[in-house]
């Protein structure tokens, strides 16, 4: 009898033991064979996620257990998760609730152009500037975010700083980018400034370009927007001088001439009324802000001050703006700028 227990003690204890390392392995030990990257979108639902997360790892029970126990359910911050070969299963869970050290601060501001961007973020991100200049110009991503070119979409690059993880795919921080415009633009403060303003946030951006490219004097903003809105709401053509540079392919030209003015193009809004097809850069937040906010007044011209300090006069009539301009241009001819 004695016998008899002593074989069932010893079987229990090996029964416990073996569960014991069974689970502590499924717990603790190697459940990522190989480095890997898994990049989850925001359009993704929570079982999406998880399941690209447990196709690169081993024990899945263990996985849904551990995540139910921290509430990952709750929510997945979208982004690039990167794995290490022998990270157990708690590790990876945990990665994805806390986030990883991975991380980088990206701040993006002052590119005029898709490729001056580009540029910009790989000196931040574990990418190169043509892969990212790719995806910021894959037609079928460019669909995705409901654009027509490279051009438009790049109007959902908000001058800010992000957190991001350095291993971030291109493809994922245009999705990211697209995530962060959407917030700012579903602010209620934000559609409530649009109401005012009578515009689409695509069309905020666009005309926050050309603010942002006629004077660097944020405190003046405002009311360049303002010129700019009266003539939207009279039909009358912007006539501005930046989106002429831009149909030139020429941001260095000191001096707008005539023959300028008749560039053939859709961006040249001496021609053509209304906005240009996209933004010609990436406005900072002034003046962003400035249209937002525009100041409401009777003004239809501006002109740059002789005094050459940045600043502008601004005119009611064409005659009172036909002499800010002669003094501007005798300015530029005694500068011998041509």
């Known amino acids: 009898m004695k016998k008899k227990i002593f074989v069932i003690i010893i079987v229990v204890v090996a029964v416990v033991a073996i569960s014991g390392a069974w689970c502590y392995q499924m717990f603790y030990g190697s459940a990522v064979e190989e480095r890997v990257t898994v990049v989850l979108r925001g ?14 790892i081993a024990y ?14 709750g929510g997945i911050e979208p982004g690039a998760y990167t794995f290490e070969k022998g990270m157990n299963t708690i590790e990876v869970v945990r990665t994805l609730k806390f986030g990883s050290d991975n991380s980088v601060r990206l701040t993006i501001n002052n ?8 540029g910009k973020i790989a000196s931040q991100i574990d990418a190169d500037s043509l892969a990212i200049l790719s995806a910021m110009r894959d037609e079928t991503l460019i669909r995705e975010m409901g654009f027509s070119s490279a051009e438009a979409m790049f109007s959902i690059f908000l001058p800010n700083s992000y957190e991001v993880y350095a291993d971030i795919s291109p493809e994922a921080l245009v999705r990211r980018m697209k995530q962060e415009s959407d917030k700012y633009w579903g602010d209620a403060t ?38 700019y809105i009266n003539r939207l709401n009279i039909g009358m053509p912007l006539q ?13 030209i000191k001096r707008v001439l005539d023959k ?21 850069a990436m406005p900072d937040m002034a003046a962003i802000e400035g249209v937002l906010g525009y100041e409401h007044h009777d003004y239809l011209y ?22 800010n301009a002669q003094a501007y241009h005798r300015a530029l001819d005694r500068m011998k700028i041509r």
């Not at 109401?195 to 360049?224: C, D, F, Q, W």
């Not at 501005?240 to 260095?252: E, I, Q, R, S």
């Not at 300028?260 to 097809?277: F, M, Q, R, V």
């Open 43 to 56: 359009d993704e639902s929570y079982d999406e996620m998880t399941e690209k997360v447990k196709r690169n």
């Open 111 to 118: 590119a005029r152009t898709p490729e001056i961007l580009a």
């Open 260 to 280: 300028h003015k008749e560039i053939e193009s859709p961006y040249n809004t001496y021609k053509y009324a209304g906005l240009p097809p996209t933004p010609i």
């Open 60 to 73: 899945h029970w263990v996985f849904d257990f551990y995540a139910n126990y921290l509430g990952l359910d």
């Open 240 to 252: 501005a001088d930046p989106t002429l540079k831009y149909a030139a392919g020429d941001f260095t």
């Open 190 to 227: 934000r559609k409530e400034q649009l109401k005012r303003v009578g515009l689409s946030p695509y069309e905020v951006m666009t005309l926050a370009s050309i603010v942002h490219e006629e004077t660097n004097a944020s405190e003046e903003m405002a009311r360049v927007a303002g010129v």
């Open 302 to 323: 501006f002109c740059a001050r002789p005094e050459m300090d940045g600043r502008h006069n601004f005119a009611k009539s064409l005659s009172e703006h036909n002499r």
